[in-house]
């Protein structure tokens, strides 16, 4: 059974458009992170929060944006989708020092 | 270099091997180490965590060698279902996860 949900779980979406990929989990962790990952390719993080109204950007540029208003909550926004930005998108939750749990992902195509 | 570094495979064993991954880490300040899973477009999922001792669960025994900056996860008569990318993971400094690129398995019957 999920702790930590992704909706939509595939988006197909026109040049242009904003999206925003939610992530939410019910475990408590303060700690949240969004990964991207091209097919048969290794995970990049992108962004990641420490608790409420901390955010952080990953190792890998990214043009979204993400927001920590609540504890449970973390979704990344893209204000002008690009076919660039095709690919699936996962969100993890952890607590210090354990390991991560991740979310089913989001399956982004913009086309 | 890469903070966290595994051979990527691929790895085609019959049903039934013996295979072993290996994976170096370059932070010696790092505490915290496991193997995860990831099916072919699926999320990566906790295989098991690794110890300073080593650990066993069942078919798998992952090893730590701290001194040589260095894990292994071993893998004992191989099934299909192994079939899988398997992660070696690392905490930073700041107790963040650093990932590695991952080792494909292929068991074939």
């Known amino acids: 059974e999920a702790d930590i949900y992704q909706t939509p779980r595939y988006l197909v979406i026109g040049t242009g458009k904003k999206i925003t990929l939610e992530c939410s989990q019910t475990?408590?962790?303060?700690?949240m992170y969004w990964y991207q990952q091209d097919p048969g390719m290794e995970l990049h993080l992108i962004h990641y929060?420490?608790?409420?109204?901390s955010t952080e950007k990953g190792d890998l540029s990214s043009e979204s944006t993400v927001s920590r208003i609540r504890t449970e909550h973390f979704p990344l926004t893209l204000e002008s989708a690009r076919p660039s930005h095709t690919s699936q998108y996962l969100c993890?939750?952890?607590?210090w020092g354990y390991g991560y749990t991740f979310g089913s992902g989001t399956r982004l195509t913009v086309v | 270099r890469k903070e966290v570094e595994q051979d990527p495979g691929p790895f085609n064993v019959p049903e039934g091997a013996t295979v072993a991954f290996n994976c170096t880490y370059s932070?010696?300040?790092?505490?915290?180490f496991f193997w995860y899973r990831q099916d072919c477009r699926k999320e990566p999922k906790l295989l098991m965590s690794?110890?300073?001792s080593g650990n066993e669960d069942g078919r798998f025994t992952a090893q730590l060698n701290r001194a040589s900056q260095y894990i292994s996860l071993l893998i004992r008569d191989s099934k299909l279902s192994d079939s899988a990318t398997y992660l070696c993971?690392?905490?930073?400094?700041?107790?963040?996860?650093?990932f590695g690129a991952g080792t494909r398995l292929t068991v074939k019957p």
């Open positions: 993890a939750s952890s607590e």
């Open positions: 932070n010696s300040a790092s505490q915290s």
């Open positions: 690794v110890y300073s």
């Open positions: 993971v690392v905490n930073a400094n700041n107790n963040d996860m650093r």
């Open positions: 475990m408590g962790h303060d700690k």
């Open positions: 929060s420490y608790g409420v109204n």
